[in-house]
């Protein structure tokens, strides 16, 4: 459950991240989808990311679509986030993102415009 403190600072750590990417969702399109359960809500002290499960006819994944706030803190919630989504069967982690996160995340192999990293 989201409670409206922990999305009044998230809101504000997102924004910027919905900007760069287009404004292809306002933020309270992303509260919607969290309360429907569509998107996952990912927060710690100082920043947040969301997460949405695809699934393609022989695989399903996990993809990172919109993250901000202290980068350390983001990196820091990968290990938790993959460990959540291979346990509900997930094959890979996307990233889709700006190019910037093809430098921080060289663990994952490029494809097409999307960052994938494969779990175990």
Known sequence: MITN???EKARQWLQPAL?????THTTDDIRAGIISGSFQFWTSEKSAAITEIVSYPCSKG??????????????????????WAQS????????????GWE???KDFKKQSVVLRK???
């Open 62 to 83: 996990c993809r990172v679509f919109l993250a901000g706030g202290d980068m350390t803190e983001l990196l820091a919630m990968q290990p938790e986030l993959e460990a």
């Open 5 to 7: 403190v922990q999305w």
């Open 103 to 105: 430098r921080i995340h």
């Open 19 to 23: 900007d760069r990417g287009g404004n």
């Open 88 to 99: 509900i069967g997930c094959k890979f982690i996307e990233i889709d993102g700006r190019p």
């Open 118 to 120: 494969a779990l175990s």
